[in-house]
């Protein structure tokens, strides 16, 4: 079975500092989708970066990147430039290509920006 | 664009009482997800529909079932209520294309309260 783990429940980032979320996930498979999702207190969730387990270039979204190590299983989301805006629980997620979609989601971080 | 809508925003029942719970995919998504998110617990994934199919069911008992429509919505029914089905049920949608990455778009979700 896959599982998916954040190991940070909380994390607390100066105003325009720079910050990084871990996450790790245990799979047998060779072709998945990782994701992060960021839950605000809105409670919606939205998808903020996702990466193919078959490219190995880095996705990169704006202020948001990800350090992905496939041999490592590790997939870590670095937020630059943190504004009072990213403020919200963090999901990594994992989803196979083929059979069946679902998102398999971590115990997420809660991310706090000090002033 | 409307994003994924759900209604109602929160519903309180009583143990044993049966709840439904509503989703309306954005426009063009035929695939339908239940998630619940409940306290200490995180994200699972419930079910998963296609074109009118049910696809994929995590580990709940079968007094957890849904529908999809011709329209694409979806409900989601708990029957026999217990205090423990007390969380935030979130829908999602997406294109289901084979393989292709095609991201799971949430709504805001549905608060079911047990008393």
């Known amino acids: 079975a896959q599982t998916v783990t954040q190991s940070q429940p909380e994390m607390s980032v100066q105003e325009a500092e720079t910050v990084t979320l871990s996450c790790t996930y245990d799979t047998s498979e060779s072709d998945y989708y990782l994701f992060w999702y960021k839950q605000p207190p809105s409670r919606q969730m939205i998808l903020v970066i996702r990466?193919?387990?078959?490219?190995?270039q880095n996705a990169t979204e704006n202020r948001f990147s990800v350090n992905f190590q496939k041999a490592a299983k590790s997939f870590s989301l670095k937020i630059s430039d943190s504004q009072l805006g990213d403020a919200a629980m963090y999901f990594c997620?994992?989803?196979?290509?083929?059979?069946?979609?679902?998102?398999?989601f971590g115990q997420g971080t809660r991310l706090t920006i000090n002033p | 664009e409307a994003g994924v809508t759900q209604s109602p925003t929160h519903l309180i029942k009583t143990r044993g009482q049966q709840a439904t719970l509503r989703c309306s995919p954005i426009s063009g998504h035929t695939s339908v997800y239940w998630y619940q998110q409940a306290l200490g617990l995180g994200l699972q994934f419930l079910l998963w529909y296609d074109e009118g199919e049910e696809r994929n069911r995590g580990n709940f008992p079968p007094r957890f079932s849904g529908r999809q429509f011709p329209n694409y919505s979806s409900e989601l029914n708990v029957n026999a209520l217990e205090l423990e089905d007390s969380a935030l049920y979130l829908c999602a949608s997406s294109f289901y294309i084979g393989d292709l990455n095609q991201p799971q778009h949430f709504g805001d979700g549905t608060r079911l309260s047990i008393l």
């Open positions: 990466q193919e387990a078959y490219k190995q």
């Open positions: 997620a994992y989803r196979l290509i083929q059979g069946a979609q679902k998102l398999v």
